[in-house]
C-alpha cells in the first residue's frame, strides 16, 4: 500500500520559517516525480514546487520563487519543502504527491495536478501578522 505522510505543519509569524517532509512508502520513490500543492480555504489547489525523479531538480510557482526550496533524500524516502520569508498569503493545507509520470520541469505548475496519482492528507501551515 502506498502512503505519503506529511509532518511539519503550524502556525508561524509572518517572515518566519517552516521545513516540510513527506515520508514515502509503499513505491520506488526514486522512480516518481514529487510534487508539494496547496489549497488555501475557498480556493484551487495549486502547485508549489515539483522535484523530478532520482537525485531531482526542483521547479517553483512565481509565488514561492526565492523563497521555498524542495528537496528529496532517496535513503530516507522523504520528501522536503524549506519555506523561508513566510507571507499571509502562504496560509493553505499543504500535501505532496507522487507520479509515475508526472512531467516536471520549466513549464511547472501549469502541469496539472492529475498527473500525480498518489497524495498525502495534508498539513496546514498558517502564517500569521
Known amino acids: 500500500e502506498v502512503e505519503l505522510v506529511e509532518s511539519g505543519g503550524g502556525l508561524v509569524q509572518a517572515g518566519g520559517s517552516l521545513n516540510l517532509s513527506c515520508t514515502v512508502s509503499?513505491?520506488?520513490?526514486?522512480?516518481?516525480?514529487m510534487g508539494w500543492f496547496r489549497q488555501a480555504s475557498g480556493k484551487e489547489r495549486e502547485g508549489v514546487a515539483c522535484i523530478t525523479r532520482g537525485y531531482g531538480t526542483g521547479f517553483y510557482a512565481d509565488s514561492v520563487q526565492g523563497r521555498f526550496t524542495i528537496s528529496r533524500d532517496k535513503e530516507k524516502n522523504t520528501l522536503y519543502l524549506q519555506m523561508n520569508s513566510l507571507k499571509l498569503e502562504d496560509t493553505a493545507i499543504y500535501y505532496c504527491?507522487?507520479?509515475?509520470?508526472?512531467?516536471?520541469?520549466?513549464?511547472?505548475?501549469?502541469?496539472?495536478?492529475?498527473?500525480?496519482?498518489?497524495w498525502g492528507q495534508g498539513t496546514q501551515v498558517t502564517v500569521s501578522s
Open positions: 509503499g513505491l520506488t520513490f526514486s522512480d516518481y516525480a
Open positions: 504527491a507522487a507520479g509515475e509520470w508526472a512531467r516536471c520541469g520549466t513549464d511547472w505548475p501549469s502541469r496539472p495536478p492529475t498527473e500525480y496519482e498518489h
